[in-house]
């Protein structure tokens, strides 16, 4: 069985919904409800009556036989008439076992502001109707197959405070547009094989308290501002590719504390001014326990016609080779 609950999907969209609104008259006006539900003949005062009846269409369309004859709809999908209901202000149909993919009709809930699809099975790419919703401020897909692509339109959530993806074969560059939501309080992308560089844009996410990016593939260095954001306590950026000496002062180091962890990548290491009494996961820069830092030089650095493979060659270069193979 695909779905882990026992009842249909929209009845249990619809007994969620009547149960949290407030206003409960004890007898029905819509007819086709009193056939469908004879023993819940409701119908809440302040519910729009075409939201109700796209609830019992969604029903319509699926059976309550357990086993699922191939003729019906998949019953573990996400229906795309949920797009109908207009004032549907939280979806949870986490950890059912959801497959398929993410509807484009989810971008008509104008009035979302909870979103959570996580731990479910499904695929696809977000689509980019998810945009429109201006309202949301919860968004959790984690634990999912998505992969490919973030909206076009990302950077016009301007409410979204919390952003939970982790756990999703996605395997692009961050996207820069994340800088934009300035409301962005927590963005979680661990484990979902990102690469390239962090980009510089995180650095104005000024009122953003936890970033989670361990387990990815990302490069380069870590963005200097990022010592700079006043609510930050909580910075996981583990088991990459990141190198270059850590960016942080001692009192940045010492406000997030064990809440901070950049262990995992072989070329960061902390500067001994910085390092006395911390633990974050790196070597201090010189020791044995760190590689050697050599930063590239800039384009506007190097000389015409030599490539950057080029200039590694130079006696910083030989050097930092013969400590890597007496090291073997």
Same mark, same amino acid.
């Given at each position: 069985?695909?779905?882990?609950?026992?009842?249909?999907?929209?009845?249990?969209?619809?007994?969620?919904?009547?149960?949290?609104?407030?206003?409960? +008259?004890?007898?029905?006006?819509?007819?086709?409800?009193?056939?469908?539900?004879?023993?819940?003949?409701?119908?809440?005062?302040?519910?729009?009556?075409?939201?109700?009846?796209?609830?019992?269409?969604?029903?319509?369309?699926?059976?309550?036989?357990?086993?699922?004859?191939?003729?019906?709809?998949?019953?573990?999908?996400?229906?795309?008439?949920?797009?109908?209901?207009?004032?549907?202000?939280?979806?949870?149909?986490?950890?059912?076992? %959801?497959t398929g993919s993410i509807?484009?009709?989810?971008?008509?809930?104008?009035?979302?502001?909870?979103?959570?699809?996580?731990?479910?099975?499904?695929?696809?790419?977000?689509?980019?109707?998810?945009?429109?919703?201006?309202?949301?401020?919860?968004?959790?897909?984690?634990?999912?197959?998505?992969?490919?692509?973030?909206?076009?339109?990302?950077?016009?959530?301007?409410?979204?405070?919390?952003?939970?993806?982790?756990?999703n074969p996605m395997f692009?560059?961050?996207?820069?547009?994340?800088?934009?939501?300035?409301?962005?309080?927590?963005?979680?992308?661990?484990?979902?094989?990102?690469?390239?560089?962090?980009?510089?844009?995180?650095?104005?996410?000024?009122?953003?308290s936890t970033l989670s990016?361990?387990?990815?593939?990302?490069?380069?260095?870590? +963005?200097?501002?990022?010592?700079?954001?006043?609510?930050?306590?909580?910075?996981?950026?583990?088991?990459?590719?990141?190198?270059?000496?850590?960016?942080?002062?001692?009192?940045? %180091?010492?406000?997030?504390?064990?809440?901070?962890?950049?262990?995992?990548?072989?070329?960061?290491?902390?500067? +001994?001014?910085?390092?006395?009494?911390?633990?974050?996961?790196?070597?201090?820069?010189?020791?044995?326990?760190?590689?050697?830092?050599?930063? +590239?030089?800039?384009?506007?650095?190097?000389?015409?016609?030599?490539?950057?493979?080029?200039?590694?060659?130079?006696?910083?270069?030989?050097?930092?080779?013969?400590?890597?193979?007496?090291?073997?």
């Amino acid at each position: 069985m695909c779905c882990s609950f026992s009842l249909s999907l929209p009845l249990l969209l619809l007994l969620l919904l009547l149960i949290s609104l407030p206003s409960i +008259p004890s007898v029905s006006t819509n007819e086709h409800a009193k056939k469908q539900q004879p023993n819940k003949n409701i119908q809440p005062d302040n519910m729009d009556p075409s939201e109700l009846e796209t609830l019992f269409k969604i029903m319509d369309t699926m059976s309550s036989d357990q086993n699922w004859r191939v003729s019906y709809p998949n019953p573990c999908t996400i229906p795309y008439q949920l797009g109908n209901l207009k004032n549907l202000a939280g979806l949870d149909l986490s950890y059912n076992s %959801l497959t398929g993919s993410i509807p484009d009709t989810i971008g008509h809930l104008g009035m979302l502001q909870k979103l959570d699809f996580s731990s479910n099975l499904l695929t696809g790419s977000i689509p980019d109707s998810i945009e429109k919703l201006n309202s949301l401020a919860f968004l959790a897909l984690s634990n999912n197959k998505l992969r490919s692509k973030f909206p076009k339109g990302l950077a016009k959530l301007g409410s979204l405070q919390y952003f939970i993806m982790d756990d999703n074969p996605m395997f692009i560059p961050l996207p820069v547009e994340f800088g934009q939501l300035q409301k962005l309080q927590e963005l979680r992308l661990a484990n979902s094989g990102y690469s390239g560089t962090i980009p510089p844009s995180f650095s104005h996410l000024m009122s953003l308290s936890t970033l989670s990016l361990q387990n990815n593939r990302l490069t380069g260095e870590i +963005p200097d501002d990022f010592g700079s954001l006043p609510h930050i306590y909580h910075l996981n950026l583990s088991r990459n590719l990141l190198g270059g000496v850590v960016p942080f002062n001692s009192s940045f %180091l010492k406000r997030l504390g064990k809440n901070l962890d950049l262990s995992g990548n072989p070329g960061l290491c902390l500067s +001994p001014s910085e390092a006395y009494g911390v633990k974050i996961g790196v070597g201090v820069c010189g020791s044995n326990k760190t590689s050697s830092i050599i930063k +590239p030089l800039k384009k506007s650095e190097a000389p015409s016609g030599f490539s950057k493979s080029f200039l590694l060659f130079g006696a910083l270069g030989v050097l930092a080779m013969h400590q890597i193979f007496s090291s073997v």
